[in-house]
Nanobody, 123 residues
Framework: QVNLVESGGRSVQSGGSLTLSCAIA????????MAWFRQAPGQEREGVAV???????TYRDSVKGRFTISHDNAKNTLYLQMNNLKPEDAAMYYC?????????????????WGQGTRITVSS
């Protein structure tokens, strides 16, 4: 059974930095497709960053240059380093992963999801 557990969410001031972690258990090989999504209250869920098993990354425009997605193979943990946080970054952040034989960026597929970790950003 695959289990994804996010951590690291908290309240930060605008301009601050934060790193989210997602521990992936249940698979001994790296996922082909791993990503961070977020959902603010009353908003649609949106993709934030994707990393494929060849290292290729994709970011939504609003976080480019500020966020960095990475994966530690030894720990099988996904990270999201977030710098210069803005109030509009406040949301519940979810990690997602899949072991299908392809990855189409934010379109996944993503068959496995964590429960989320919340970030609030005060101005």
């Amino acid at each position: 059974q695959v289990n994804l557990v996010e951590s690291g969410g908290r309240s930060v001031q605008s301009g601050g930095s934060l790193t989210l972690s997602c521990a992936i258990a249940g698979y001994t090989i790296s996922s082909r497709c791993m990503a961070w999504f977020r959902q603010a209250p009353g908003q649609e869920r949106e993709g934030v960053a994707v990393i494929e098993n060849d290292g290729r990354t994709t970011y939504r425009d609003s976080v480019k240059g500020r966020f960095t997605i990475s994966h530690d193979n030894a720990k099988n943990t996904l990270y999201l380093q977030m710098n210069n946080l803005k109030p509009e970054d406040a949301a519940m952040y979810y990690c997602a992963a899949d072991w299908s034989d392809y990855c189409s960026g934010f379109h996944g597929p993503f068959g496995h999801w964590g429960q989320g970790t919340r970030i609030t950003v005060s101005s």
